[in-house]
């Protein structure tokens, strides 16, 4: 039987799952639905239940990741454990900065960020030797360096990208070979899923990035969980 360059990329990021649960247990999966998070749900699923499976509910979510969280949680029959802000802090923040106020600045978005994805993210990673992520080195240039597994110094633990290699032709290809569920909105020209205010279809030809935090003019457009970031108060941010 043939092996196309698909089945070698999957035997690939199989063994990389593998070598995570038997050298880094305990392990878990960070997801965030994304078409990349989809395919590593799938491989997890049928084959390695061990492997936790976690997702940042930030409360800005579209309702069609929703969806999609309770459609994969049926197909796959897993309850995935879900992760919030802490509510003190995100009434402290909304307090002095308002409802929306990441479109004023790239600090305060990055505040944001930090409150509802990377303070409950470093929740979820306590106590774990490894953690797994979708991240692909064709996603943006801030990605172009990505490892199929190195130490995250930031969180103190092993980081396992078992796509880093994969192109978005790929990841396609095996939703579609194996039916698996992904986000609607992937068909409404959104290739990068995120918090709904910070999200927006892009165009033929833009930047696959360039639909999130789209005001921002800056290249390699990140929200924290996957780089090193200062921690400020939300009151040093009253001058921003």
Known sequence: MEVTPLDAKIAAADAWLATALREYAPVVFASSFGAEDMVLTDLIAKRY????????????????????????????????????????????????????????????????????????????????????????????????????????????????????????KEVWEYLRRFDVPYNELHDRGYPSIGCAPCTRAVTVGEDPRAGRWWWEQQAGKECGLHESRPRQSPASLNTV
């Open 49 to 168: 239940a061990a492997i936790r499976i976690l997702t940042l509910d930030t409360g800005r979510l579209p309702e069609e990741t929703h969806r999609l969280i309770a459609r994969a949680a049926s197909r796959y029959g897993i309850t995935f454990e879900v992760f919030y802000p802490d509510g003190a802090e995100l009434q402290t923040f909304n307090h002095l900065h308002g409802a929306n106020p990441f479109y004023r600045s790239i600090a305060l978005r990055k505040y944001c960020c930090a409150l509802r994805k990377v303070a409950p993210l470093q929740r979820a990673l306590s106590g774990k030797r490894a953690w797994i992520t979708g991240l692909r080195r064709e996603q943006a240039v801030s990605r172009t360096q990505v490892a199929a597994s190195a130490v995250d110094a930031e969180y103190g633990l092993q980081k396992f990208n078992p796509l880093a290699d994969w192109t978005t």
